[in-house]
């Protein structure tokens, strides 16, 4: 956890020794180990409680992507059928759609000089 090798445990028993005393050493380690367990505990859940939002979030982001999908391939096919069932005078606007995907109104003369 600490990157901590042999001898920098052995020093810091030795250290802890002098410090602490023989009588209260194994107490004081006691509490330290509770105390790391419980702080690994407590860190799993909530690492176990952020990944679960994380997945509810990204299953609703997608649920409303495809809904999103959908509802646009509805508008444009109600769109095509109502362009193919509409018969346009010579001078009556319509809508099309330009090579870049962008919709413009046009008359039917400009058209014709294109």
Known sequence: M???G???LLALGGLA???IGPKQLPE???????TLNELKRATKDITGTIA???TDATSK?????DDITDEVGDV???YHNIDEGHQSSHDEPHEEIDDDGQLSL?????????
């Open 76 to 78: 444009e096919e109600d």
């Open 6 to 8: 042999f001898p920098e």
């Open 2 to 4: 600490f990157n901590l």
């Open 106 to 114: 046009l008359l039917d003369e400009d058209t014709d000089r294109s």
């Open 61 to 65: 982001v997608n649920e409303y992507m």
């Open 17 to 19: 020794l002098l410090v």
């Open 28 to 34: 004081v380690a006691k509490v330290v180990a509770r």
């Open 52 to 54: 679960q939002v994380k």
